[in-house]
Nanobody
Framework: QLQLVESGGGLVQAGGSLRLSCTAS????????TGWFRQAPGKEREFVAA????????YYADLVKGRFTISRDNAKNTVYLQMNGLKPEDTAVYYC???????????????????WGQGTQVTVSS
């Protein structure tokens, strides 16, 4: 069974940067689309970014486009989310998850995913 662990969160001032990591264990996830999601206090979880298994296709939510970059290193079983120009509204718990299909499949199905990890807290101060 694939297990995902998110890390790299922390407290940063507005305008700062963080790099999140999503590391898989249990089995390789090089064949999966991997996505990042976030949930702010009192708000619904939202789909932030995704990358196809081979890195050949990516998706970004409008709110993070131009500031966040998703990448993957399949040799390390890790997907990264580089976050630059952070804003207080980026404050949330960030989660990763996978889909065996395309980014489009993930976009349609992610609300039905049952298994979520602990996530990593990102706090951006103003």
């Amino acid at each position: 069974q694939l297990q995902l662990v998110e890390s790299g969160g922390g407290l940063v001032q507005a305008g700062g940067s963080l790099r999140l990591s999503c590391t898989a264990s249990g089995r390789t996830f090089s064949s999966y689309t991997t996505g990042w999601f976030r949930q702010a206090p009192g708000k619904e979880r939202e789909f932030v970014a995704a990358i196809r298994w081979n890195g050949g296709d990516t998706y970004y939510a409008d709110l993070v486009k131009g500031r966040f970059t998703i990448s993957r290193d399949n040799a390390k079983n890790t997907v990264y989310l580089q976050m630059n120009g952070l804003k207080p509204e980026d404050t949330a718990v960030y989660y990763c998850n996978v889909d065996c299909g395309s980014i489009g499949s993930m976009a349609r199905r992610w609300r039905d995913y049952d298994d979520w990890g602990q996530g990593t807290q990102v706090t951006v101060s103003s």
